[in-house]
């Protein structure tokens, strides 16, 4: 078994926190082939690790201060979408105004905002799945 770089209980979450009360663009990235999820509210090229917990879900921390800055999902498509659905509605483009796109303008505002609600819903659910074996961790919600 590996030994984590970090006790859990050493992860800070307050730039996490004024991140996402800033309303930060989230980075979101998916891998089709792995299945895995990235939300970061830190640019991409930010040196960070992965700090896996038990089953799906594990923290983006940031190398330099021990911050967690976002979320890294396993099996999202397969075990995480199914388990949450507000996630589920959010990750349906279907259910969002994309396709009423009048031009390419309106397409990328209501992109942006379908990005939100996304990063919203999958930071939430995360945040549940975290606590639920982590009460220690100060992850904070975002509205």
């Known amino acids: 078994m590996l030994t984590p770089l970090h ?54 921390v940031d190398s330099a201060d021990a911050e967690v800055v976002g979320f890294h999902i396993e099996d999202f498509q397969a075990r995480f979408l199914p388990a949450h659905a507000g996630v589920q509605r959010a990750w349906r483009l279907s259910d969002t105004d994309i396709s009423r796109a009048a031009n390419f303008g309106d397409f990328i505002l209501q992109f942006e905002r379908a990005k939100r609600q996304a990063a919203r819903e999958i930071v939430n659910a995360t945040r549940e799945v975290v606590l639920e074996k982590h009460r220690e961790m100060n992850i904070p919600a975002y509205a």
């Open 7 to 60: 006790d859990v209980r050493d992860l800070k979450t307050d730039r996490l926190a004024a991140l996402l009360r800033a309303g930060a663009p989230a980075h979101i990235v998916y891998g089709q082939e792995s299945d895995t999820l990235r939300v970061m509210f830190v640019p991409p090229e930010t040196e960070t690790f992965v700090h896996y917990l038990e089953d799906e879900a594990a923290l983006i």
